[in-house]
């Protein structure tokens, strides 16, 4: 089983972690770098790329599970492949559920599953 860097803001779920997934040591520095608070033009998001791709080059990492704005993850797989690591995404399945509430009112629900990684 291969061991995948979790370069997303969010905690991987226990079934990412049974297939892989782990946290980055600096979670707070990846979570940083995905966010951006102000319009960023293309060597923001250069930087930021570079940013996570170094991050996971310091982890050991030869696969990293990536996701969040979709202008940066055009450069995101690039600076990943640039050190020879594997972007992935996460592949979910939508359960949803409805619930008759005491009032008669229905209340639908959805929980992600995840289901596998799709390779980049």
Known sequence: MKKILN???HVATPEQIEAGVYEPVEKDL?????????LPDASEIYIRAV???NIAKSEGAE????????????????????????????FTKRESAEIVEADGTVKKTSV??????IEI
Do not use: D, R, S
């Open 30 to 38: 990846v979570i940083n770098n995905l966010t951006f608070e102000e």
């Open 63 to 90: 696969c990293a599970m990536i996701g969040g704005a979709p202008y940066l993850m055009n450069q995101l797989e690039k600076a990943l492949k640039m050190f020879e690591i594997k972007p992935v995404y996460a």
């Open 112 to 117: 992600f599953k995840h289901a596998g990684f």
């Open 51 to 53: 940013n996570l791709a």
């Open 7 to 9: 370069l997303t803001q």
